[in-house]
């Protein structure tokens, strides 16, 4: 079992920046994948940025420049840097990972709130 533990959220003015990061009570680089999502407010939850084991990255459009996922594998922590934030950037971010996609082997953190503004 894998518990999840987000942190870094808060309240910025559009054009600041935050870095979220993900603890892992188990080691996450065996992970398939493992990423961000978000859900605004009365909106669904929607993807934000994933990474592979691998190294390899996908991000949503409305993020791609802005944001940046990394991990630091001694630390059991995936981050997300998210810079020139925008109002419509204000959500609760989760945390997730996915030991093998398809098979039910997946965690999610319990989220933490990003309020960008003015």
């Known amino acids: 079992q894998v518990q999840l533990v987000e942190s870094g959220g808060g309240t910025v003015q559009p054009g600041g920046s935050l870095r979220l990061s993900c603890a892992a009570s188990?080691?996450?680089?065996?992970?398939?994948?493992m990423g961000w999502y978000r859900q605004p407010p009365r909106k669904g939850r929607e993807l934000v940025a994933v990474?592979?084991?691998?190294?390899?990255?996908n991000y949503a459009a409305s993020v791609k420049g802005r944001f940046t996922i990394s991990r630091d594998n001694a630390k059991n922590t995936v981050y997300l840097q998210m810079n020139s934030l925008k109002p419509e950037d204000t959500a609760v971010y989760y945390c997730?990972?996915?030991?093998?996609?398809?098979?039910?082997?997946?965690?999610w953190g319990k989220g933490t709130l990003v309020t960008v503004s003015s």
């Open positions: 990474m592979t084991s691998g190294g390899s990255t």
């Open positions: 997730h990972v996915d030991f093998r996609p398809g098979y039910g082997m997946y965690y």
């Open positions: 188990g080691n996450i680089f065996s992970a398939n994948v």
